[in-house]
């Protein structure tokens, strides 16, 4: 092949978004990719370039060119909402193709950018019955789940203070849940009524377009102190699907 017939290949090949997943930090993540306390998720951004990406972060709006040349973002810890604009950014963003997965810290920042995935959270934390650690009911394994790339190799995993998710459309779906036992405490009486206990949600996929996105009912998965075990092998599956 001569030089100027591979030149003219390398001109008119297709432009591959880079292996790159981008970290927001724009909206009050308080728990870093390049932090390495108890807390933070520098062991989330080994995983992920161990798997071969690269890692950046970005504290400008998101938008069409701050999200450009990214093959995912991240969104985990948000303490502050996302302008509309964001919202439709990242919503245009998943269907070109792109991949994000949000993990909730507190979960009412989230509400518009989730409303626009068809995704709702509970307004409180779930309190489990099954699988509990250490006596106590915030901390629980969670092991109803469906098949799904994120759960290969996985048969549970634990959350620290998860909010409950549920699904409006047929375009996503809960595919970890908690056990039917599960209580919110709506009138914060401290008493579990049957109205307020139900199986919820805790981890919800769905699709936009050509891309898809995860949503987590709880950040702490992926924080250092808690990446071990099978959520270190979630770990490793969510770095594969960003991927």
């Known amino acids: 092949m001569?030089?100027?017939?591979?030149?003219?290949?390398m001109m008119t090949a297709p432009v591959m978004a880079a292996d790159r997943v981008l970290f927001d930090n724009g909206h009050g993540e308080r728990f870093q990719v390049k932090e390495?306390?108890?807390?933070?998720?520098?062991?989330?951004?080994g995983v992920i370039q161990g798997a071969g990406m690269e890692i950046a972060t970005v504290d400008q709006p998101l938008s069409e060119a701050t999200l450009a040349g990214a093959r995912a973002l991240v969104i985990s810890g948000a303490f502050t909402p996302l302008?509309?604009?964001?919202?439709?950014?990242?919503?245009?963003f998943i269907e070109n193709g792109g991949r994000v997965a949000i993990m909730l810290h507190i979960a009412p920042p989230m509400a518009?950018?989730?409303?626009?995935?068809?995704?709702?959270?509970?307004?409180?934390?779930?309190?489990?019955?099954?699988?509990v650690i250490d006596g106590d009911l915030l901390n629980f394994r969670v092991a109803?789940?469906?098949?799904?790339?994120?759960?290969?190799?996985?048969n549970d995993f634990t959350v620290h203070g998860a909010w409950g998710l549920i699904n409006r459309?047929?375009?996503?779906?809960?595919?970890?849940?908690?056990?039917?036992?599960?209580?919110?405490?709506?009138?914060?009486?401290?008493?579990?009524?049957?109205?307020?206990?139900?199986?919820f949600g805790v981890v919800v996929a769905g699709t936009i377009g050509k891309g898809s996105y995860l949503v987590f009912g709880d950040d702490a998965i992926f924080q250092n102190k808690f990446l071990e075990g099978n959520n270190r092998?979630?770990?490793?599956?969510?770095?594969?699907w960003l991927k």
């Open 2 to 9: 001569s030089i100027i017939v591979l030149a003219f290949l």
């Open 36 to 45: 390495q306390g108890p807390l933070q998720l520098s062991g989330l951004a």
């Open 83 to 92: 302008h509309p604009n964001e919202i439709e950014a990242v919503a245009k």
């Open 112 to 131: 518009l950018l989730l409303d626009r995935l068809e995704v709702r959270h509970t307004n409180g934390v779930i309190q489990e019955r099954e699988n």
């Open 144 to 154: 109803r789940l469906k098949e799904h790339p994120l759960f290969q190799g996985v």
């Open 169 to 199: 459309a047929d375009t996503a779906q809960v595919i970890a849940a908690t056990g039917f036992q599960a209580w919110i405490d709506l009138d914060l009486d401290q008493k579990q009524s049957k109205e307020e206990t139900a199986s």
């Open 233 to 240: 092998i979630l770990a490793a599956n969510l770095a594969a």
